[in-house]
């Protein structure tokens, strides 16, 4: 660890204000909480709420993984993994099951999370609302008096244009019965994670300055009609090109020499520990030990 910077980089009384802002969002799920979201090496937009949160609980014990996308290996994950270690000195992992306190961006992990576990997701639009009304006050109004009515007709009309609902990413979801939240960009494919889970969600948007949480063991139900529920993306029995199995989110790649369309885990830790066990090699996938 560098000893040019406090630990964790930001000062003492910023992790202070950030953890009461925590505290807060816990007791009252879904509730978006204003914090004073502090300059960071970074550019807002590229994870600055996520880190904030991140750097105001992380601890000497604690291990760390950051994804972008599902992708331990993309530039932002690189980048924010090495600036948590080096101003930490905390252990990084890329195996979702060894870790303790995982960042994340538009993707939850494949592998189940358990209750040692904290998720802590970027979040670039914390307002739900957004969709429908582009007044901050308004939208206050409308949360405090569970006012909901824009956002459903805003369904319909959706599903009068089109059929369905189209909504591919940051669909609104109620929870604990009370408040309307935006899940951040993840695909419809992990809303259903999100309910009643072990573990603890955290969302940090730094440009917004706004923090909710959803707790564990907390009811999340997507926004949805009686004849046209909620459904998740269908990848019509596609498999990956990698490890060969289905059953998780893909990511379509195009290859423009070939013209061909080949599709891969978008969660690259667990595609990974699924070709280790098609070798023959001793892995755990949640929580399960192959050899």
């Not at 951040?184 to 969302?203: C, G, M, Q, S, W």
């Not at 707790?215 to 004849?227: G, Y």
């Not at 379509?252 to 020499?257: G, H, I, M, N």
Request: hydrophobic fraction near 35%.
């Amino acid at each position: 660890m560098n000893g040019v910077y406090n630990y964790a980089f930001i000062d003492e009384n910023t992790k202070r204000e950030v953890r009461r802002s925590l505290l807060k969002a816990v007791a009252i799920p879904g509730y978006q909480v204003p914090f004073g979201s502090r300059e960071l090496p970074i550019a807002r937009g590229w994870g600055t709420g996520g880190l904030q949160i991140t750097l105001a609980i992380v601890g000497p014990s604690d291990i760390v993984k950051v994804i972008d996308q599902g992708d331990d290996d993309s530039v932002n994950a690189c980048n924010l993994r090495e600036l948590i270690h080096d101003t930490t000195g905390v252990t990084t992992t890329t195996d979702t099951r060894r870790a303790t306190l995982i960042q994340t961006r538009h993707r939850i992990p494949e592998e189940k999370l358990t209750d040692r576990q904290i998720l802590v997701l970027q979040v670039p639009y914390p307002e739900p609302l957004r969709w429908v009304e582009p007044s901050e006050r308004e939208t206050r109004r409308m949360h405090a008096e569970r006012d909901y009515s824009k956002l459903w007709v805003f369904l319909y009309e959706d599903i009068v244009r089109w059929g369905e609902i189209t909504l591919s990413h940051r669909y609104p979801v109620m929870v604990n019965g009370r408040y309307v939240m935006d899940p951040t960009p993840i695909p419809r494919f992990d809303v259903p994670k999100l309910h009643r889970a072990e573990t603890l969600f955290l969302f940090g948007a730094g440009r917004e300055k706004r923090i909710y949480a959803i707790p564990p063991h907390t009811d999340v139900v997507p926004l949805q009609f009686e004849d046209y529920e909620f459904r998740v993306e269908d990848f019509d029995g596609r498999v990956c090109a990698r490890c060969g199995q289905g059953g998780t989110y893909l990511t379509e790649v195009f290859d423009r020499e070939t013209g061909e369309v080949s599709y891969y885990c978008s969660d690259t830790s667990y595609c990974l520990k699924r070709q280790k066990r098609n070798l023959g090699q001793s892995v755990e996938i949640g929580g399960s030990w192959y050899a």
